[in-house]
């Protein structure tokens, strides 16, 4: 071999060039985008089916190729100038001839021969379904439209058909008035918009299933699939096609049926990971136009899915592996994220709302621990920007949602963040996830285990998110209990985060009476009272719960602060739920600490003097306190307060420090922030009365911002403070 046909091999096999993102003009999607293989195609489309053949199989292939290209690149050592080698998948734009039959480059006899052979019409092939047959129908923006439109378009049609369908598009017809009109029955495991009709007109009947498991059942044979119907690309020169953008449950329904039935797109991506199949495990392929369903994500609007974003955004750290889904609160939370650091994904599904964040590089994988530096999902939500950047890419990694959705997997997984948006919460933590409104809508997806794995992964958050109302503001979904029909998706003893637009809660391993005051402040506030009532005629809380705070919880004056000796706190206003850890910090403090704060011996906080010093109005009755620890396990080290004499504006102030925090600046810290907030609601000034004895907190006092007067009673000095 000559040096030149070396070169060419080595480039073509071995050594691979790579691009990062921004060397690409961002309104060119003819390219893969990301992470971009410049070359080596033919060795990447191998890869890609890689997992689809036995080891020794394709290591004979694999090596047969390298010599077809040495030899292929010794040839035109002689030939001048070099031909562009042609690839052997290429882009089609919509509108264009269909060439989908057409034989690959150079492709081997022996399979090209049986792939032409297996041609059919779409009506050809909606003939082959059998009476009584169960068909699988494919998944999202490869919903196989043709091939499902031949079904219900025969002359005389198999009895007793079922359809079954994960999440389809475009694939039941429906009249003007929007009525479905599909002539068979179906049985669904997500609710969209495609099948809402013909569940409420008894049509579909859905089916309570966590998609993860769904593998599992059609294996067994608990889920019948006598017949599949797929969209997938062409053949490259193995004759491997792939599934694209939806791997999800394919491969499962591929491996059962006695019929699989393929249309062969030339849009479809050549996705990477095990999305590869052979043209041998398709029976019959029928060609359709190069198109592939898009969806767009409908832009992130109105105050309450923004205050919702700003709370998930605030809880996710940077080096967290993210599990987004399509729901419109956790789509605009991705948006606020482009601050953070080495963000992953490992997610069921991916949508267009990943793409800014690889622009900034936000999204580098780095510190996952399966499949570090890869983008990991089983399906596509997105548009052609998206199907351009996944086309063989190997930034990405599609598998079926089994093996994503592996307990052991996730669980395992740097910082796993999973955000699941629910339609109702009830005060003991149970969700609901696939009805609003009296309606079966959505379904349960993959979330349960994503849930249970962010919950179990060492760093993970498991965030539910909803909005406190229904769209028209008439109904909470914040409830005493799950209405009538309403069913727990996830369970109460499995919720962690629960986040509405009033603020945030975290339920695990919090008692009924915990998470129903909790909750609570998490409703609509003309919703509070009657669910306050509704608790205590319960016996869930007691008689003495009162409703102080009636706003939205105030993230914007929570603060981080760095003491003098390195340590950091956080600094935030308390809420109602803190009185249990707010009893703690009390139990801590000495004798004289109790005496010098309170003015008497106090052996012990009941539940109304607990909630008085923490469920407060945060406008003229203010508490701070300073947390250590993560928000799953706060430890309360400080507390201040002030309370504002309506007639003078002067607010009379009072703090408590853990012992093993006094000396460090705290107190000061803990002042100048119920400082700055007192100012920003028109406080005119502080007041504290202090035991002559308390230096500490003399020196404390004086040293507020502002014209200090001190007088002394005996015992008992007054230091206060006017605002300048």
Wanted: charged share 20%.
């Amino acid at each position: 071999m000559g040096q030149r046909a070396r070169r060419a091999c080595l480039s073509r096999v071995g050594i691979l060039k790579w691009n990062r993102f921004d060397s690409i003009a961002k309104q060119d999607y003819s390219q893969p985008r990301g992470l971009l293989l410049l070359a080596a195609p033919d060795l990447l489309r191998r890869l890609g089916g890689k997992t689809s053949m036995g080891l020794s199989n394709w290591m004979n292939q694999a090596a047969a190729g390298v010599r077809a290209l040495a030899a292929k690149a010794a040839h035109s050592d002689a030939a001048e100038p070099q031909q562009q080698q042609q690839p052997a998948h290429r882009a089609v734009a919509p509108g264009q001839a269909d060439t989908a039959g057409s034989a690959p480059a150079g492709a081997p006899p022996e399979w090209m021969d049986r792939y032409a052979a297996k041609r059919l019409s779409a009506e050809q092939a909606a003939g082959l379904v059998r009476h009584g047959e169960h068909v699988f129908v494919g998944t999202g923006c490869a919903t196989p439209r043709r091939l499902v439109g031949a079904l219900e378009a025969l002359d005389i049609r198999p009895a007793d058909v079922q359809l079954l369908h994960l999440l389809t598009d475009g694939a039941l017809p429906h009249d003007a008035d929007g009525a479905c009109t599909s002539h068979y029955r179906h049985r669904c495991f997500f609710v969209g918009t495609d099948v809402q009709a013909a569940v409420r007109q008894g049509l579909c009947e859905y089916v309570p299933l966590s998609a993860a498991r769904l593998p599992q059942l059609i294996a067994n044979g608990r889920v019948r699939v006598d017949v599949a119907m797929i969209q997938v690309s062409p053949p490259d020169e193995f004759g491997y096609v792939s599934l694209g953008v939806s791997v999800d449950v394919i491969p499962a329904a591929v491996a059962k049926a006695r019929l699989v039935l393929a249309e062969i797109n030339p849009a479809m991506p050549r996705s990477m990971g095990d999305s590869a199949l052979h043209i041998d495990d398709i029976h019959h392929w029928v060609p359709v136009p190069a198109h592939l369903i898009e969806y767009f994500q409908p832009e992130a609007q109105g105050e309450v899915v923004q205050a919702i974003a700003r709370y998930i955004s605030s809880i996710i750290d940077d080096g967290s592996t993210l599990q987004i889904g399509m729901g419109r609160f956790s789509t605009a939370a991705l948006a606020l994220l482009e601050d953070r650091r080495d963000l992953g994904v490992h997610s069921d599904v991916i949508t267009d709302a990943i793409v800014p964040l690889l622009e900034r590089g936000v999204l580098t994988g780095r510190m996952k621990t399966h499949h570090r530096g890869k983008i990991v999902a089983s399906f596509v939500r997105g548009s052609r920007r998206l199907h351009a950047l996944i086309d063989r890419n190997p930034l990405f990694v599609f598998q079926p949602l089994d093996v994503v959705c592996d307990p052991a997997v996730l669980a395992a997984q740097h910082k796993l963040v999973s955000v699941t948006q629910a339609f109702s919460v009830d005060l003991t933590g149970q969700i609901c996830l696939d009805q609003f409104q009296g309606h079966l809508y959505s379904g349960l997806m993959a979330q349960p285990e994503f849930q249970q794995g962010a919950s179990r992964s060492v760093g993970g958050k498991a965030i539910i998110c909803l909005a406190s109302t229904s769209a028209d503001g008439q109904c909470s979904q914040v409830k005493l209990v799950l209405a009538d029909g309403e069913a727990s998706g996830i369970t109460r003893g499995d919720v962690h985060y629960v986040i509405t637009e009033y603020g945030i809660a975290y339920l695990f391993g919090k008692s009924i009476r915990e998470r129903a005051a909790a909750l609570i402040d998490l409703a609509h506030p003309k919703f509070r009272a009657e669910l306050l009532a509704q608790a205590q005629a319960k016996g869930w809380l007691p008689a003495e719960q009162q409703l102080r705070q009636l706003q939205a919880y105030p993230v914007v004056d929570e603060r981080r602060v760095l003491l003098g000796d390195g340590q950091s706190l956080l600094l935030r206003p308390a809420v109602g739920t803190d009185d249990v850890a707010v009893r703690e910090l009390f139990h801590h403090l000495s004798e004289r600490d109790v005496y010098t704060r309170f003015f008497r011996k106090v052996k012990g906080l009941s539940h109304g003097d607990a909630q008085r010093l923490c469920n407060l109005n945060l406008e003229t009755e203010v508490a701070f306190v300073a947390v250590l620890g993560t928000r799953e396990h706060p430890q309360v080290v400080g507390h201040a307060c002030y309370f504002v004499d309506a007639a003078t504006r002067i607010a009379e102030t009072a703090f408590m420090v853990h012992p093993d925090w006094q000396g460090k600046r705290l107190g000061a810290a803990l002042q100048q922030c119920l400082l700055e907030h007192a100012r920003n609601r028109n406080v005119q000034g502080f007041m504290a009365e202090i035991l002559a004895t308390n230096d500490k907190m003399i020196r404390l006092a004086r040293a507020g911002d502002g014209d200090v007067s001190v007088v002394s009673d005996g015992s008992v000095v007054r230091v206060t403070t006017t605002f300048r």
